[in-house]
C-alpha cells in the first residue's frame, strides 16, 4: 500500500486513531479520507480553523468514496496516525491547486 496522508484535525499523535469529521464535529463525513498526495493532505489541513495537521495515515484498506473528483480514498476500517508531517498548516498558497478548489471550509458545531 503507498504512502497515505491525512490533513485535518491539529493536535494528533502518532498512535491515536483519527475519526470521521461527523464524529468531531467537524463536517459531515462518516468515514476517515487520506490521500496519497501529500499536497492533496496539505490542502486539507489549511482549510482548518486556525490551521490543521498532517499526518501519515496507517489502515488496512481503502476504497474511492462515490463521486470523488481528486485523489481522496475512504478508510475502511481503523485509521491511526502513523507519523506528524507538518503541524499548523495556515498556508493559503496551499489551496490554489484547482482540483481542491471545489473544498469548502470546514464549520465547527457550536456546543451552546
Do not use: N, Q
Amino acid at each position: 500500500m503507498p504512502v497515505l496522508y491525512h490533513g485535518g484535525v491539529p493536535g494528533l499523535d502518532p498512535g491515536e486513531l483519527l475519526l470521521p469529521g461527523a464524529e468531531v464535529g467537524a463536517s459531515h463525513s462518516r468515514c476517515v479520507k487520506v490521500t496519497p498526495d501529500l499536497e492533496a493532505a496539505i490542502g486539507f489541513a489549511a482549510r482548518w480553523p486556525g490551521g490543521g495537521d498532517v499526518y501519515r495515515v496507517r489502515c488496512e484498506r481503502t476504497e474511492p468514496p462515490p463521486s470523488s473528483g481528486f485523489s481522496l480514498l475512504r478508510v475502511v476500517g481503523p485509521a491511526v496516525v502513523a507519523g506528524v508531517i507538518r503541524r499548523g498548516v495556515r498556508d493559503p498558497k496551499a489551496m490554489r491547486r484547482p482540483e481542491l478548489a471545489r473544498v469548502k471550509p470546514i464549520k465547527r458545531r457550536s456546543d451552546g
